[in-house]
């Protein structure tokens, strides 16, 4: 069992940069694919950024991030995050954590793909 908790989420000005994290539980954190995702409100959930198992050396990035968020993990604390800079209005959605358990050095860039989640954090970007 695999519990996700969101933090870092909040209220900024475009142009700006935020951090979420994302915390998890258990002793198999090494072995998550780990995945981030957005949905605005009357839209559908949008695929953010991914990240292979353990080394973390394989990464994906959704084409209207690409180039300003970066994700990464620390496996001595349980922990996914993303690094959003530049941010713009349109990036304002509530975002969620993902994981799949996998031993494959992979990635997962659709929801229907990932088991557990967690219950998601607001960012609001004004103009």
């Known amino acids: 069992q695999v519990q996700l908790v969101e933090s870092g989420g909040g209220l900024v000005q475009a142009g700006d940069s935020l951090r979420l994290s994302c915390a998890a539980s258990?002793?198999?954190?090494?072995?998550?694919?780990m995945g981030w995702f957005r949905q605005a409100p009357g839209k559908e959930r949008e695929f953010v950024a991914a990240?292979?198992?353990?080394?973390?050396?394989?990464?994906s990035y959704g084409d209207s991030v690409k180039g300003r968020f970066t994700i990464s993990r620390d496996n001595a604390q349980n922990t996914v995050n993303l690094e959003m800079n530049s941010l713009k209005p349109e990036d304002t959605a509530v975002y969620y954590c993902?994981?799949?358990?996998?031993?494959?050095?992979?990635?997962?860039?659709?929801?229907?793909?990932?088991?557990?989640w967690g219950q998601g954090t607001q960012v609001t970007v004004s103009s």
């Open positions: 990240i292979s198992r353990w080394s973390g050396s394989t990464t």
């Open positions: 258990g002793l198999t954190f090494s072995s998550l694919a």
């Open positions: 993902a994981a799949k358990f996998t031993t494959l050095g992979i990635i997962f860039t659709t929801s229907r793909d990932y088991v557990y």
